[in-house]
């Protein structure tokens, strides 16, 4: 059975255990995407590019809008109503330019990091973040994923600076998107990465024309999403999603510490419920036209289902449609603790960000609930500890194994201050 074959079962069969994070078959279909990517590369390297339309990168390669946000308040969702605009190059969720592609850029040798971007986003291309595998550019073909590396290539061996480097992605995937060939124009282009406020001032240092939406959504629907989250994708520690208190409560606070002209915070239930007004919004604020796209979410061009952290297979008729569902739903999925715990540690921002407090639980009075902050602070501190001492013994099992040069103890501490600070 040749390659693509192999792909393609193996596909199938994360289908059907999606979305479950480790099954049976992930590090096979890890490998042969591995090798997919390898033989990609490989092919691409005899591909001709368009010379005479590189020009048309210029017109939005230093514009880049940057979505911001905590995990499942909605920054998918926004990614995936922009995506088929004529006017904006919109990469995969999770191509974290601001961090991981930046410290890349940082550390590797040129051909070093063309390499790494190379092999990840072909790898994502086919299988995405927070999706069923899509195969978005038709790997029995190949001729588009060899054309974007090539395309990738080119804008990454010609860059001068950061600036270039770090916008060759959306340069490439113009060429191969669709985009180019149905002679749309664009002015900007989007990227969306969980906590993309904790980097805003390292991009305005490398793209002063940034722009950043925030997107805030009401903790308690915020936390009732992550929990189910949790629970759909197979994690058996429930009890810690109160790591994420202290880590939206950060969230919202570099969002505050960060306005500007060049910022806008929105709400998740304001762009479900009000659509077509909120995104005429933010097409105002992006300077580009609003158009009839933006009320559907696709990923690429591919009707999409993003805004909902049930990920069961009996949903996917939602594909292309925004849900309205998980709007002031969060008392099916939070115990009446957790609903107390919420209101005890988000009470300020809760009431500035124009949401109402549970009244189930803001009767309590300030001596009740005292022990009970105390409580949660505590816990949330000793899950800290506890990340520490993993990410210490991780970096320490790697030098004795591997040896120090081949560690990416780099790579370890960009996971840990994403998800554990």
Not at 16 to 35: A, I, M, R, T, V
Not at 266 to 272: L, M, P, S
Not at 395 to 400: P, T
Request: hydrophobic share 35%.
């Amino acid at each position: 059975m040749d390659l693509f074959n192999q792909l393609h079962n193996l596909a199938e069969e994360r289908a059907n255990q999606y979305p479950l994070k480790d099954y049976p078959g992930k590090q096979k279909f890890k490998k042969k995407l591995s090798e997919f990517a390898d033989l990609i590369i490989k092919q691409s390297e005899n591909v001709q590019i368009n010379e005479q339309a590189l020009s048309l990168c210029e017109k939005f390669r230093n514009n880049p809008v940057f979505i911001c946000g905590y995990y499942k308040t909605g920054t998918s969702l926004l990614n995936s109503l922009l995506d088929f605009h004529p006017q904006a190059v919109v990469l995969l969720p999770g191509s974290k330019i601001l961090f991981g592609v930046n410290h890349k850029a940082e550390k590797l040798s040129q051909d070093e990091f063309f390499n790494y971007l190379a092999r990840e986003y072909i790898q994502s291309l086919y299988n995405p973040t927070g999706h069923l595998p899509i195969d978005l550019l038709d790997s029995m073909r190949t001729k588009k994923y060899t054309e974007f590396v090539a395309y990738l290539r080119y804008f990454i061996k010609n860059a001068n600076n950061k600036k270039e480097l770090l916008s060759a992605l959306p340069c490439a995937l113009f060429f191969v998107n669709g985009q180019f060939e149905r002679g749309d124009i664009p002015a900007i282009w989007v990227e969306k990465s969980v906590t993309n406020e904790r980097h805003i001032k390292t991009a305005k240092q490398i793209f002063p024309n940034a722009k950043f939406i925030y997107i805030a959504r009401n903790p308690y629907d915020n936390l009732a999403s992550i929990k189910r989250w949790y629970i759909n994708s197979g994690r058996k520690n429930v009890s810690s999603i109160y790591m994420y208190f202290t880590g939206l409560k950060k969230s919202l606070q570099n969002a505050e510490e960060n306005q500007s002209n060049n910022f806008i915070s929105v709400k998740y239930e304001d762009i479900v419920q009000n659509t077509e007004n909120e995104i005429k919004k933010i097409a105002n604020f992006l300077n580009i036209n609003h158009t009839d796209s933006m009320q559907s979410p696709t990923i690429i061009g591919i009707p999409d289902r993003p805004n909902t952290s049930d990920t069961k297979e009996k949903n996917r008729e939602a594909s292309g449609v925004v849900l309205t569902s998980r709007v002031s739903k969060y008392k099916q999925t939070l115990t009446q603790r957790e609903i107390k715990n919420i209101t005890i540690i988000f009470s300020e921002l809760i009431k500035k960000l124009g949401y109402q407090l549970d009244a189930t639980s803001s009767k309590y009075k300030f001596l009740i609930l005292l022990p009970l902050k105390l409580k949660v602070e505590f816990s949330t501190l000793l899950l800290r500890i506890r990340n520490r001492i993993w990410f210490l013994s991780r970096v320490l099992y790697a030098l004795e194994k591997f040896g120090i040069e081949n560690t990416n103890s780099e790579e370890t501490k960009d996971h840990y201050n994403r998800y554990y600070r």
